[in-house]
RNA sequence: GGAGAGAUGGCUGAGCGGUUGAAAGCACCGGUCUUGAAAACCGGCAUGGGGGCAACUCCAUCCUGGGUUCGAAUCCCAGUCUCUCCGCCA
């Protein structure tokens, strides 16, 4: 969410980071409300002075005025909360403002390449895709998920629903003891503001499973990611700075329509209407979040060397990045099948575009109220990093073994195979 | 599901129709004292918005939304949330 007065002062800078993110945006309409609403207050304002006067004065021969006043106040009000409902509704549909480390590009071709890290494997047969071999063991089943619930669901069974557990256990117990994340099991189900604070509504709403809990006038949607529901823990709070960084991580179900993304990855469990991922959230001092992005980077690309997964990370350019982020590492493994890079984690900085919009705040070191830096990333996408293991780990009778790090979370187990 | 109680500043907590934007305490910031710290004492300390280069000033806000009144933190209605008791239940 943007500062209205900082767009008012800097008109010319706006548009600018408006343009490298390729929006087509009118200012001037912005700017334009933004007059109408401040007159209107202007106006209210005096009005409720006299008002006022009026009123504590307590002279009997003037109160058939000030009924007048509150009249005319009534309808200025509802004039001055129309636009600035308009205005609201524009600025809370603006994406954050990258920084200027940020690639300029459009779309993904712009996106820049930071490392490479890993081995690629070489297999003297072709290797198979994750669905194939998740079939032929029999422990996916797709077919049976599209006849219970619909497209874009699946069942693990047996050894592989092992392994996803296995794989969100690793991922916890790295955060939570080597990476300072506190673990948090949330609620899964969140309402339409607490969506409005980390920016899924009100302009993602399409994506968004929304459902019927009960007759309260807040909406209720299931969380697209643990990010929704982690940040907003310090929605309208004002933080100790002794208490920042805080760090948590959970592991939850995620839901998402995925709508616009017809035809894209139908087969296989690349893009699902429902998955797990591991979610670490920081929040800190402002100044920070860039700092906080490498390390938190790292924490997800540490999961990928023990794992031994070849993976490369990238910065997204501009265009690229999602609504909320200011600056996001994407990082991208290995799937053979594919024969490229496929998205497993993605570790933004929000700087204080959330915080805006949640009201989330600490008192800084001149004991000034400011609002706080939030940072998001996935660490990792259990459902992907499920993929990852079973077609780089691959055998060419279709077994797969289990990689070393994960063995103590599977009895032991060294390799999956059918039977 | 039934019956009650409550929601006030960063926190705790008074106030229950008219200088109350709001007592008091804690926390925090500045100062005196101290070799330094603590204690004690003095002072400061809500948020959002409008106007002004600024000192400053105006408006709103005591859970949310309506209503009564010249005037509402205080009265009325609706909603949300929290707590206690009873019932049901993983």
Redesign the pocket.
Known sequence: MH???EI?TNIEGFKKSLQKRYLDLNVDVILEL?EK??KF??D???L??E????????D?T???K??VI?IEI?KISKLQSDIKNKLDNILSSIPNIPLDDVPLGKDESSNKEILQSGEIPKFSFKPKSHYELGEKLNMLDFDLATKTTGSRFVFVKDKLALLERALSNFMLDMHTMKNDYKEISPPLIATDNTMFGTGQLPKFENDQFEIKL?????RKFLIPTAEVILTNIVKN??I?KKDLPMRMVASTPCFRKEAGSYGKDTKGMIRQHQFYKVEMVSIVENDNCISELERMTNCATKILDLLKLPYRKIMLCTGDMGFSAEMTYDIEVWLPSENKYREISSCSSCGSFQARRM?A?Y?N?????VFVGTLNGSGLAVGRTLVAILENYQQEDGSIIVPKILRPYMNNMEKIDKI
Do not use: P
């Open positions: 500062n209205i007065k008012r933004d609403n401040r207050i202007h209210k304002e005096n409720e002075k008002k006022k006067e009026i009123s504590k004065s307590k009997k003037l109160f058939e000030s009924k509150s009534d009960d007759d309260s006038t807040d709070k004002i100790e009201k705040r008192k070191e001149n004991n000034e109220t």
